[in-house]
């Protein structure tokens, strides 16, 4: 159990902070990708010990792949809450498909790519859902004072 949560934190962090530190900070999605997968890959490098070697290889690349999610553009994914999802849709991929992309190229950027079109779906969905929740409102109450 714990390597999977491992899993889904570090999907998560990985795609928050490099959305944090690429929008607030002003660094770029290129540079706060390689510069947090180069703190996070280098902790695991100098401390192998604090996890089983299993979590001690993946977690990299996990952040990696995450931090794909994060280097989506502010105009696509308007909060931090987006992200958040996008990250725990990563890890889910992640964890549910380890041999699905064996042999093709880029499968961390493939399944950060599907996390993200996801959320911008569901995104879309709920906010179009709530448009139509207030016409029908609208409607409701044009139609009562027209009566």
């Known amino acids: 159990m714990l390597p999977t949560i491992s899993i889904y934190l570090t999907s998560i962090l990985g795609a928050f902070l ?18 947090l997968t ?7 490098f100098l401390f192998p010990e604090l996890f089983s070697e299993d979590v001690t290889k993946q ?24 992200i958040v999802f996008a990250g725990i849709i990563f890890g889910f991929i992640y964890t549910v498909s380890p041999t699905f992309f064996n042999g093709y190229g880029g499968a961390l950027g493939t399944a950060a790519c599907i ?5 911008i779906g569901l995104n879309r969905l709920v906010r179009h859902s709530k448009a139509l929740k207030k016409k029908k409102v609208l409607l409701k109450k044009v139609s009562k004072t027209s009566s």
């Open 115 to 119: 996390s993200i079109l996801v959320t």
């Open 18 to 35: 490099t959305f944090l530190v690429s929008t607030k900070y002003k660094q770029g999605p290129v540079r706060a990708s390689a510069l």
């Open 59 to 82: 977690i990299p690349w996990v952040f990696f792949g995450a931090s794909f999610v994060g280097m989506t553009s502010e105009k696509l994914t308007r909060n931090y809450t987006s």
């Open 38 to 44: 180069l703190i996070v890959a280098g902790f695991c």
